[in-house]
C-alpha cells in the first residue's frame, strides 16, 4: 500500500474560499503557457467544493485545464467523489463536464501516468507544521512539477478576505509574496499578519523584512486616508503607489492592485 505523506488537513472547507488565489493562478505565465495544462490541488479539505471551482475559474483562461483533488483522508476522497459524480449527474452548479478527479495523496503529489503539474496549489496546508518543515515540504511537492512549473502555497481566513502565498519554482526556490485583501472593510492592510504562510508567520517582528513591509503598508494606508473618501480601492492603489515609490520593489501594476493585490519578490521580504 503506498505511503501519503503528510498529515490530513484541519478540513474547514468553505464555498468560495479561495476565489482570490484561484483568480491569481488564473493569470499565471506558468499556467497559460502550460503545455500541459494539469493543476492539483493539494488538501482540498473537508470536501470538494473549493477543487470544483478552481476548475471552474480555470477554464475560463484554459479550456483544456485540468484538475486532480488529493487528500490524505480516504473519507474525503470519497465525500469528494460523490459530489463529483452529482456533478455529473447536472445535479449541482458546476459543469456536467468539469475536468476534475479525486484521489489520495500527500506531498508526494501521486499522480497517474508519470504527469507533472504544471501548478500545484497548497491552500491552508502547512499551517499545523513547524517553520522548520516548511522547506522540506516545498521541496517534496515542487520536485513533482513539470519544468516550468509553480508551486503555490499559502493561507486565507476562513471566508477568503484575508489571504497570502508564495510562489515557489521547481528548484524549491521561493519566488515571490502575494498579499490579496478584500478591500470593502479593509481596517489595517497589517491584519494580514495573522494569515501569513508560515514560511513566515513567526518571522513578523521587528528586523524582519516582513515586519518592515507591514509596517510600510500600514503607514501609507494611514497617509492615504483622505483619499477613502473616493473609495477604499483609491485608498489601496494610492498607498501601494507610495510603497513603489519609496522602493519597495512592488511587482505588476494598477490592475492587479485594484483587486486588492501586493505582489514583491521574496528577497524582500526572505528572513534573516
Known sequence: MPTHEGRP????????RLRRVDRWIAQLPEFRGAADPLVVDLGYGANGVTTLELEARLRRARADVEVLGLEIDPDR???????????????????????????????EVPIPGGRRPAVIRAFNVLRQYNEEDVAGAWRRMASRLAPGGVLVEGTCDEIGRV???????????????????????????????????KALIHRNVPGERIHDLLAALDREWDR?????????TQRWVAAVSALRAGGVPVIGGRARW??????????SVRPL
Do not use: H, M, Y
Request: proline share 8%; charged share 20%.
Open 163 to 197: 489571504c497570502s502565498w508564495i510562489d515557489v519554482s521547481p528548484a524549491a526556490e521561493p519566488l515571490r509574496l502575494t498579499l490579496s485583501l478584500r478591500l470593502a472593510d479593509l481596517e489595517r492592510p497589517g491584519i494580514v499578519a495573522e494569515r501569513l504562510p
Open 9 to 16: 488537513t484541519r478540513g474547514t472547507t468553505g464555498t468560495n
Open 224 to 232: 492615504a486616508a483622505p483619499l477613502g473618501t473616493f473609495g477604499a
Open 77 to 107: 476522497v470519497a465525500r469528494a467523489s460523490a459530489q463529483l459524480a452529482a456533478t455529473r449527474a447536472g445535479e449541482t452548479t458546476f459543469a456536467p463536464d468539469a475536468r476534475v478527479s479525486f484521489a489520495r495523496g500527500g506531498f
Open 258 to 267: 485594484r483587486l486588492g493585490e501586493l505582489t514583491v519578490p521574496w528577497e
